[in-house]
């Protein structure tokens, strides 16, 4: 073992010291230093220790807050008590066009607001009532999914024979899925299962559908849109000479949905929430996918190769012209922030893909990645993020509040970027910090572009003056103690 992996494998032996042995021994096999000889050293997957703080999400969120939610053009029913339902719209800001409550539906809040008598006597009864009434409300939508609550999979709602029977009744696309939030060990359970009832219920039935299509059709999936990522990506995809069909799910719909397996490729972005129906659509269509990176200029260039390489050389060709007409862009963007960002430490603690995907605009800012992981994260997002990061880098899966804060006391980064769950804590503490879950109210950060703009967030972030002026109040209060003293 080198000395790098030896001090970093002592930070971990250190940190875990104050939990009793069993569950030291649980969460040492989560935690581990970047070796890309040996490959991924991290158990993942796993359920959540009872007890210590998680910042997973649960199986409807990544059913309704992730896959289905962004649809546009379909009306997503909360099934169950208010609050799921409320906490889950506009969150992540899935940028779409259209008129809400004409023809586009994501920030809209349709729930079935189960009250006391809903757990006692059912909610199938009301569940109709409320595809009348979004059928009578909302003639433009063109489907609807059920998005099953917690209290639905302990009464046993047969949301399946409801939508069944009503979506013969108004002739639409009526889609149950059963995301409770208490399955799986995270949301990413919630992810498969939105994958396999697009399955069932979108391209199963939509098979032998007449589509015009060219030589040059894509689809981008598992892009959400977030702050207009998926816009972003698309100017690029276009530019090279591609035509983009379907965006999934990030300002998608569902004609788009049912397009998708008469593509050439599927290009995808996030690859935990959506690799179950590209390898669907490939072994059923014979619709070849590939996953691609657009954070950074030097992700944006490899990606646009690498696209480009799966067709003829025109858009070889024009992929190349591309990459050289943004290089003067990009270039002015790195001279600027870079001698203001280099040698910065970051540590990253997201979702399905950003630990990795992110790593490389950083990077392109002279910035170094310290600590990187995920939190509901599969064995193989951690052989993916392996080659990403420079060896004895530390890893965490499912990191418990208190070992963030261990780590991050230990580390000592400049940076850190996690979610809203993390962000208030770190702030406090006086460390930099930034939302990487939805950009912190900012965005796009995908394509040439949305560089310029996640550089000068990085920037704005990290060099603001009100750092060197904040004292995390747990030190004043020792300061105080040690003057009266």
């Not at 009503?166 to 995270?186: D, M, N, Q, W, Y």
């Not at 993916?384 to 965490?396: F, Q, S």
Request: glycine content about 10%.
């Amino acid at each position: 073992m080198s000395d790098k992996k030896a001090e970093t494998q002592a930070l971990i032996d250190e940190v875990l010291e104050v939990y009793p042995e069993k569950a030291k021994a649980d969460r040492k096999k989560h935690l581990g230093a970047n070796d890309s000889e040996g490959g991924s050293c991290i158990t993942a997957n796993r359920k959540s220790l009872p007890g210590v703080m998680t910042a997973r999400g649960c199986a409807y969120a990544g059913s309704k807050g992730v896959v289905w939610g962004p649809i546009k053009d379909m009306v997503h029913i909360s099934h169950g008590p208010v609050g799921c339902g409320q906490y889950s719209r506009a969150g992540r800001r899935n940028y779409y066009t259209g008129y809400t409550g004409v023809n586009s539906f994501g920030t809209m809040n349709f729930t079935s607001d189960f009250q006391e008598r809903d757990i006692v006597f059912g909610g199938d009864k009301k569940l109709s009532t409320i595809v009348d009434e979004i059928e009578m409300l909302f003639p433009l939508a063109n489907g609807i999914s059920i998005q099953s609550e917690c209290p639905v999979g302990l009464i046993g709602d047969d949301i399946e024979a409801v939508a069944k029977t009503k979506g013969a009744e108004i002739g639409k696309t009526i889609v149950p899925v059963r995301c409770e939030g208490f399955r799986g060990v995270s949301q990413s359970l919630g992810h498969h299962i939105a994958n396999d009832t697009l399955r069932d219920y979108v391209l199963d039935k939509s098979e032998g559908k007449e589509v015009a299509t060219t030589d040059y059709d894509v689809a981008i999936i598992g892009d959400y849109n977030i702050g207009g990522d998926a816009w972003s990506s698309r100017i690029l995809l276009e530019e090279i000479g591609l035509r983009v069909v379907a965006q999934w799910s990030g300002d998608g719909t569902l004609p788009e949905l049912e397009n998708t397996p008469s593509v050439k490729l599927n290009l995808v972005h996030c690859y935990r929430s959506m690799n179950y129906i590209c390898r669907h659509m490939e072994e059923k269509y014979g619709v070849p996918w590939m996953e691609y990176n657009l954070f950074g200029p030097t992700k944006c260039e490899e990606s646009l190769r690498a696209i480009a390489a799966k067709f003829d050389e025109s858009i070889q060709a024009k992929a190349e012209e591309v990459i050289a007409n943004y290089k003067a862009q990009w270039q002015a963007v790195v001279d600027k922030y870079r001698p203001r960002l280099e040698g910065k430490k970051v540590m990253l603690y997201v979702g399905g893909l950003r630990p990795r995907h992110v790593i490389g605009a950083y990077e392109d800012l002279g910035m170094e990645i310290v600590g990187a992981g995920y939190e509901f994260g599969h064995n193989d997002d951690y052989s993916k993020t392996v080659p990403e990061v420079k060896d004895a880098t530390l890893i965490y899966d499912d990191v418990t509040g208190y070992e963030l804060e261990a780590f991050a006391d230990k580390l000592k980064p400049d940076l850190i970027g996690a979610g809203v769950k993390e962000k208030y804590i770190f702030q406090k503490m006086g460390i930099p910090f930034r939302q990487m879950h939805s950009w912190d109210y900012s965005g796009p950060y995908h394509g040439f572009d949305g560089f310029a703009i996640f550089a000068r967030d990085m920037d704005m972030t990290l060099n603001n003056p009100c750092w060197d002026k904040l004292t995390p109040p747990w030190k004043a209060k020792a300061d105080k103690a040690a003057e009266a003293a």
